[in-house]
């Protein structure tokens, strides 16, 4: 089938940005004035560019693109033919040729800066010669190199639509929710499999032999799922890889745009800059590449408009004319981080303070004794902006706002910070190298699980109760030596129903970059690995909410927005602002012991600490205690007439209305196989009564309670 007018303009489109991208290196190795024979070759290679370039344009009627590409070709022939240098001012016009043949072929309306380019060049061409001496090389300069022919088995290029890239990844996502699922599944086989073992061993030996066979098939089947599940794991991990690597495209990709957006902005703002960009052969997903290109090229913008100051004003300084912005990456774990930075005047705290007093964010006193932390957050709010004027640059309030956005959609970070010295400004972006799958953290809150995205957690611990207070009409809980730390209720922000806190609050301290929360939550399910999913189109905007994974069990869970949690939207009001943490005196427990002893001096200790106390003298008359009875928490001996309390908690945990129902064993059997008899048996804690003092068993309670 032949390709469409659109096909061609697309292709045609891809390949000169390509080209391009490739004649700003060469641009970039010229201006460093190589020898002799690097000289010869990238000339040679500048040329080549623009004359396919011209080829290209003929082809699809881009009359002017060609007579652009036409004139730079004119004007490079005298400096190939002769190996010579180009001086810094026909750089310059080469640079900006290649940004109006890159404007022309983007629909851009630059036609008449574009022939105003080409009759220059052609002016300077008969006037004067524009190159410089090489360096002495005692050499002819060599005939031209012949194109180089593709080496024998040289890999071919095929281009793939991101649609289809996206459809591959979310084949990943059911894989790996496949795996986890089969994972779940074999435990429950297992699980099985042991339990009729350990009731044969309890069955007259007719009945075992008659069984024997069956617990055999049973076993085998066991080993085969086992063998099964290993080998759909290689294969998850296989094609994980596969489309992880088909994903990442190199980050040095992007480095001649951000190199031709800096020039082109250092000519309109008339500043001079040194671009330098250290990305190494890093890689990154492509949906992510091509999402934070127009936010990092607002970086740079920043750092022009803003950040650098004119020569004059830096030599006033002290400093050299001419600024540095820098790009640099480096690989951290599974994430990227990015760090955009140069050496100009830095952020002014001062006007910053002064235009969120104007726009209502801060009140005078509050303004002056704000830190830095507070002052540099403002940079993101919506709107904010401390330019004096509007330009064609900045000053209309956009910007940071949609920087942070963009990255926190991709479950990353922004941070402003000062550079070295004090001098400049560098922008830190913390960004994964792959969406193909995420590392969360899964936690339940209102009775439904969500991931938070392990990039956006500092650290998670568990609160008591009196510590939170209210601050400034906010709820926070006391830091020592630091700022109090702001809580939120996940399922307030969910919008979802909350039951009656804990004595001891799960916090999950999650960060932007710059400011911190404490996001209390019912319950840590334990670290994942997933695929987030989009939601559809008529759930898309569920605010807090930025996707969806599907879990072991095959149920959905919630991928939490962090930059949600800190903006204007999920702020505390009167009608949904999380309850302080109740008292916890009515909550009731079980104990369980043989010995009266034992059991009178628990029952006194828990009594004491405000608990409702009932006790049972072994196992059976626990569970007849707890089918009449409710209770919060149990305490057992081990070792008990009729029901010891290994088979009490296997009975609990194999129960609907038992199975989370907090179990404590105290015993004097101590042996490392007894505690792991009780581990396995489902006990949430293992307290020796030889060294069983007060404290530790009311801490243990506070911790499960």
């Not at 891809?14 to 010229?30: C, I, K, M, N, R």
């Not at 009780?678 to 009564?689: L, P, R, V």
Request: proline share 6%; charged share 25%; hydrophobic share 45%.
């Amino acid at each position: 089938m032949l390709p469409t007018d659109q096909d061609l303009l697309a292709t045609f489109r891809e390949e000169v940005a390509e080209a391009l991208d490739e004649f700003h290196q060469l641009l970039d190795a010229l201006a460093l004035k190589p020898s002799h024979g690097e000289l010869r070759n990238r000339l040679q290679g500048a040329f080549r560019i623009v004359h396919n370039v011209k080829g290209a344009a003929r082809a699809v009627g881009h009359g002017t693109t060609e007579l652009l590409a036409h004139a730079l070709e004119d004007a490079l022939v005298p400096l190939r033919d002769a190996v010579q240098q180009p001086t810094a001012e026909f750089l310059a016009e080469l640079r900006r040729g290649a940004t109006l043949i890159q404007g022309l072929t983007d629909g851009n309306p630059v036609e008449d800066a574009a022939l105003d380019l080409v009759q220059r060049v052609a002016e300077r061409r008969a006037s004067t010669s524009p190159v410089q001496p090489a360096p002495a090389s005692g050499a002819t300069p060599a005939a031209e190199p012949a194109p180089a022919e593709p080496a024998a088995g040289a890999r071919a290029l095929v281009r793939v639509d991101t649609d289809r890239l996206d459809r591959l990844m979310g084949f990943g996502g059911e894989y790996l929710a496949l795996l986890s699922q089969r994972t779940t599944s074999h435990a429950r086989w297992e699980g099985l499999a042991e339990s009729f073992q350990d009731a044969l061993k309890g069955m007259p030996e007719p009945s075992r032999r008659a069984l024997a066979p069956v617990a055999r098939q049973l076993d085998a089947l066991v080993q085969l799922d086992r063998k099964q599940l290993r080998h759909l794991g290689q294969l998850t991990g296989s094609f994980g890889t596969a489309i992880k690597t088909l994903r990442m495209q190199p980050l040095a990709r992007v480095v001649p745009l951000w190199r031709r957006i800096v020039f082109e902005i250092a000519e309109q703002v008339n500043k001079q800059v040194q671009f330098t960009a250290d990305v190494g052969d890093l890689e990154i997903d492509r949906q992510i590449l091509d999402g934070m290109r127009d936010p990092l090229m607002h970086l740079l913008r920043n750092a022009l408009d803003h950040g650098v100051e004119p020569p004059a004003e830096r030599q006033a300084a002290g400093k050299s004319p001419t600024a540095a912005v820098t790009v640099r990456a480096r690989s951290v774990g599974t994430q990227l981080e990015i760090l955009i930075s140069d050496d100009g005047r830095g952020v002014d705290l001062t006007a910053v303070a002064r235009r969120a007093v104007e726009r209502g964010l801060l009140d005078a006193s509050a303004a002056s004794t704000a830190d830095r932390a507070l002052l540099v957050g403002l940079l993101f709010a919506p709107g904010f902006s401390t330019a004096t004027q509007v330009s064609r640059l900045s000053g209309r309030g956009v910007g940071l706002d949609v920087v942070r956005s963009r990255v926190t959609e991709f479950g990353g970070t922004v941070t402003v910070e000062p550079g070295p010295g004090g001098c400049g400004t560098t922008v830190r972006l913390t960004l994964p190298a792959s969406l193909v799958s995420t590392k969360g953290l899964l936690v339940e809150a209102g009775q439904e699980q969500y991931a938070l995205p392990l990039a956006a957690i500092a650290r998670t611990t568990r609160v008591p109760a009196e510590r939170v207070s209210r601050a400034n009409g906010a709820t926070v809980v006391e830091r020592d030596g630091r700022e109090p730390l702001p809580l939120r209720w996940l399922s307030s922000v969910m919008d979802a129903p909350r039951g009656p806190d804990p004595a001891l609050l799960v916090v999950v301290q999650v960060t932007d970059g710059h400011r911190e929360l404490g996001l209390v939550v019912d319950r840590l399910l334990g670290e994942a690995e997933f695929v987030t999913k989009r939601l559809p189109w008529n759930v898309g905007r569920v605010p807090g909410i930025a996707g969806a994974v599907v879990l072991g069990d095959g149920t959905v869970a919630g991928v939490v927005d962090v930059g949600h949690l800190f903006s204007a939207g999920a702020r505390e009001t009167s009608g949904d602002a999380p309850k302080l943490p109740e008292a916890r005196s009515s909550r009731s427990i079980l104990v369980v012991d043989d010995s009266h002893t034992s059991r009178t001096l628990m029952r006194n200790i828990l009594n004491a600490a405000g608990y409702q106390v009932a006790v049972a003298v072994n196992g059976a008359e626990a569970l007849a205690a707890l089918e009449t009875g409710s209770y919060d928490l149990v305490v057992s001996d081990v070792e008990m007439p009729r029901l010891d309390g290994i088979e009490l908690t296997r009975t609990l945990r194999g129960r609907d209305a038992t199975r989370a129902l907090p179990v404590i064993l105290v015993t004097s059997l101590e042996r490392p196989e007894d505690v792991a008899a009780g581990a396995a048996a489902g006990a949430d804690e293992y307290i020796i009564k030889g060294r069983f003092e007060q404290r530790s068993l009311l801490d243990a309670v506070r911790r499960l309670l």
